[in-house]
């Protein structure tokens, strides 16, 4: 669990796995490595089990919107949007306490 001092911002990252799940944690492992080293970047905490769910903070959405530019993160969303996700969402918080 984090313990960061609000203002700062969640992004909250749900899905579902297709059958197609070959390489998979090969590449969710480069992205939180990779991750950790982009500016902004708070912390992360990440579960999956039926439903995965990983909520990454950070300090700004500008930090937010970097990664979201990141080119190797864009080869990752682009694979599980094609290969690895039944079904996603995405949604973007401000922790205010």
């Excluded at 960061?4 to 749900?14: D, G, H, N, S």
């Excluded at 969710?28 to 992360?44: C, I, N, P, R």
Aim: proline share 2%; with cysteine.
């Amino acid at each position: 669990m984090n313990k960061l001092k609000p203002p700062y911002f969640a992004v909250i990252f749900t899905s579902t796995l297709s059958n197609s799940t070959s390489d998979y944690a090969e590449m969710a492992s480069k992205m939180e490595t990779l991750v950790k080293d982009q500016s902004g970047f708070l912390g992360m905490d990440h579960a999956r089990d039926t439903i995965g769910i990983t909520i990454s903070y950070w300090d700004s959405l500008e930090s937010i919107e970097k990664w979201k530019q990141n080119n190797q993160h864009l080869k990752a969303k682009t694979l599980g949007r094609e290969k690895w996700y039944a079904s996603y969402s995405l949604k973007v918080c401000k922790v205010l306490y």
